[in-house]
């Protein structure tokens, strides 16, 4: 228990101490006490100090604790918990240390880190729940951080109208949410995954319509923050006006708590052999129209006469992704499972080193057009190496994470629950996306490695040696995990 309580009280514990930072921040400058500095290295402790805690419990079961322990049947903490919180933590601790020289000299600079670790801990907390209530006070703690952080610069043009857009979205979400979960009680007198799961598997409750409903409703509300299908009109605006270390977060980790809540409805509440066989099609059809949609708007954007904002594709491209992370689950297997836990890892760290590496960018050459950064790969050969790696894994390219997570994902919807015909009908459709995904990879590729810079854009760019630190241990992350992929399998394999 005390190892439940660890996960989550560090970092919502340590948000409360850099808050209070920030509130007496003119007293500590009058006595010669650097506010920022006490921010910058208390907020990279309590996110590494969680990453290692994580990070740990994955190889200590059994020795230190016991992975399969509840908490007053409102927690758990198994070896799923401990990869994806290893996950979570692992980005979030990237994106602390990048912030050191991305934040610089910005107001607020407690606020923001206290903000960044409730999310971690609302995060934390959706993963350990282990019933619908506790997930939803978990979902909307890192929810309320959410909306906070889209807008923390609010004097940029933009950013208060993208969290607005985004809490609006996500509250209609919540209270699908929550809605399914008052209905769920009424049928099944309990929230809890086990006892919703045995109570429909058993003849005094079988599939009925308001049983579907109850699924419709979860999976619309936990499809908005998973950006699925039309309802992911808040993520290009929120990742595009967001700091750069906010879009890795919500691109890296907050929406795949959108398909962790899917997961949970789907396969723990739900996932029974009466069930599984509709709610699969019904889920994978999802993904693959979700791929189609991300794949249009990805491509609208090159075609746009005022602005080809770079985050904005960003942005869209991980719809598509989120596509195949719903499309392992709606497999229904525990091979479809395996894939999406190890598609969230290679997504995370691709997409987090894309929009961490366009902060870089963007400040360097003050704009989010793709058309003013021609040739920049160029300019400076980290910043081509760092987007070669991050854009081939996202494409799904050999040697790299992405190709081994994509390839996983397909094999998963080969061998689905759907029947014969539609497994080959699906599996056709996932693979003409991600060629359709890589087409625009490689578009972009060619933009910034191959076309000529302008006159004017020649000087190089220099990065701050952290955060070459931060992209250098992410690309090669992702070159190792392409490489040697067993190594984050065994755990995953024993998550599911």
Known sequence: MNYLSLILIIPLAGAGFLALFEQIKKYLTKIGICADCLNHIFANVIAFGVFVV????????????????????????GMLQAVLITIFSFLVWMAVLFSVNYMKGKNGLGFYYALILTLLTGLSAVTMANNFFTLFIGWEMFALSGYTLVAFDRMKRGAVEASLKYFIMSTVGSMFVLLGTA??????????????????????????????????????????????????????DAHSSAPSTISALLSGIVVKAGAFGIYRTVISAFGNVNLLPSTSVFISWIAIFTMIEGNFLVFYQFKRKDIVDFKRILAYSTTVHLGYILLGIGAGTTVGVEASLFHILTHSLGKGSLFL???????????????????????????????????????????????????????AAAGGLYGPTMNIVIVVMAIINSMLALGGYLYILKIMLFDESDAKATDKIKIPIIQIVVMSIMAVLIIFFGIWPDSILQFIGLAV
Do not use: C, H, Q
């Open 54 to 77: 994580s990070f740990v419990s994955l190889f200590a079961n059994g020795t230190l604790w016991d992975l399969n322990t509840t908490s007053d049947g409102l927690l758990e903490y």
């Open 183 to 236: 209905l769920t009680y009424g049928k099944f007198g309990s929230v809890e995954f086990s006892v919703v799961r045995a109570a429909v598997a058993s003849g005094g409750n079988p599939a009925n319509a308001l049983t579907g409903a109850i699924i419709a409703l979860f999976v619309i509300g936990f499809g908005v923050t998973a950006a699925v299908l039309f309802l992911n009109a808040w993520l290009p």
């Open 357 to 411: 590496l366009s902060g870089i960018i963007i400040a360097a050459i003050g704009s989010r057009d793709v058309r003013e950064m021609k040739g920049i790969g160029r300019r400076s050969p980290l910043i081509g190496i760092f987007l070669t790696i991050a854009l081939l894994s996202l494409g799904g390219i050999p040697i790299t994470a992405g190709f081994y997570s994509k390839l996983l994902v397909i094999v």
